[in-house]
């Protein structure tokens, strides 16, 4: 994948200030309010899945598309309830449905809620977005 697509994703997220967003291989330390309490925070992957050659040309005017999937796991505290977390998903679901600014994003897979920790302090609810990028080489 080449840093102008993940770049691209990044970007997007930008717009979503209802919560941190934790991209891969980030500093990460579980928010919390001026009292120490937890706050919900967003942690995401980005995948590639393919690549594939879209026109012929000379050497440099090829087009091509990579094909990937970020997946988000957006993080309440345990015990509040799913109500926050799926709208906070929905939220950001929103940011990426069907959007071309960089790279073009399809519709987010629905959301699903599930334990969000080994040590039972988190609750997720999870989602994805298919993303291609068209570019020359």
Same mark, same amino acid.
Request: overall charge negative; aromatic content about 12%; charged content about 20%.
């Given at each position: 994948?080449?840093?102008?697509?993940?770049?691209?994703?990044?970007?997007?997220?930008?717009?979503?200030?209802?919560?941190?967003?934790?991209?891969?291989?980030?500093?990460? /330390?579980?928010?919390?309010?001026?009292?120490?309490?937890?706050?919900?925070?967003?942690?995401?992957?980005?995948?590639g899945?393919?690549?594939?050659?879209?026109?012929?040309?000379?050497?440099?005017?090829?087009?091509?598309?990579?094909?990937?999937?970020?997946?988000?796991?957006?993080?309440?505290?345990?015990?509040?309830?799913?109500?926050?977390?799926?709208?906070?998903?929905?939220?950001?679901?929103?940011?990426?449905?069907?959007?071309s600014?960089?790279?073009?994003?399809?519709?987010?897979?629905?959301? /699903?809620?599930?334990?969000?920790?080994?040590?039972?302090?988190?609750?997720?609810?999870s989602?994805?977005?298919?993303?291609?990028?068209?570019?020359?080489?």
């Amino acid at each position: 994948m080449t840093p102008a697509t993940v770049q691209a994703i990044k970007d997007r997220g930008a717009a979503f200030t209802s919560a941190p967003i934790y991209w891969p291989n980030e500093t990460f /330390e579980p928010p919390a309010d001026a009292s120490g309490n937890p706050r919900p925070f967003v942690w995401a992957e980005i995948r590639g899945l393919s690549s594939e050659i879209r026109s012929i040309g000379t050497s440099g005017t090829h087009w091509l598309r990579d094909h990937g999937f970020i997946r988000f796991h957006v993080e309440v505290p345990s015990g509040e309830g799913s109500d926050q977390a799926y709208a906070l998903a929905e939220t950001l679901a929103a940011i990426y449905r069907i959007a071309s600014a960089g790279v073009q994003t399809l519709a987010p897979t629905p959301a /699903e809620g599930g334990e969000g920790s080994d040590d039972g302090n988190w609750f997720a609810v999870s989602f994805g977005v298919p993303f291609y990028l068209d570019y020359q080489g």
